[in-house]
């Protein structure tokens, strides 16, 4: 279960793109996050939504390794560090320098 969250994860943020400004991450549901992150990925130009893409990767796998392969735990690590945020809010904290 723990893995199929992941990759549902990693694959939402390689097939969306990044988007509005406003937008933040919904975490009420797997569904609802998976919508957000579509919404957000829209509107960023490809540098962004790359930069965007290769921090949420980084965020997830970091608590992939966290959670001990706790799917509640996972979401909770997800949620207390990308939740709130905006998608140029995760660029700027989370982005490759």
């Known amino acids: 279960m ?9 694959v939402s943020f390689v097939l969306v793109g990044c988007g ?3 937008k933040t991450i919904d975490f009420s ?7 957000s992150i579509k919404e957000m990925s829209e509107k960023l130009d490809s540098q962004e939504r790359n930069v965007f893409q290769q921090s949420i990767v980084k965020v997830a796998f970091v608590a992939s390794l966290d ?3 706790d799917e509640e735990k996972l979401l ?3 949620k207390s560090k990308l939740g ?3 998608a ?3 660029i700027k ?4 320098k």
């Open 67 to 69: 959670s001990n392969n």
């Open 76 to 78: 909770q690590l997800l």
């Open 2 to 10: 723990f893995k199929k969250l992941l990759a549902v994860l990693v």
């Open 88 to 90: 140029e809010e995760i």
């Open 84 to 86: 709130g945020k905006t």
């Open 93 to 96: 904290e989370y982005g490759s």
């Open 29 to 35: 549901s797997k569904s609802a996050m998976q919508q």
């Open 20 to 22: 509005d400004s406003g």
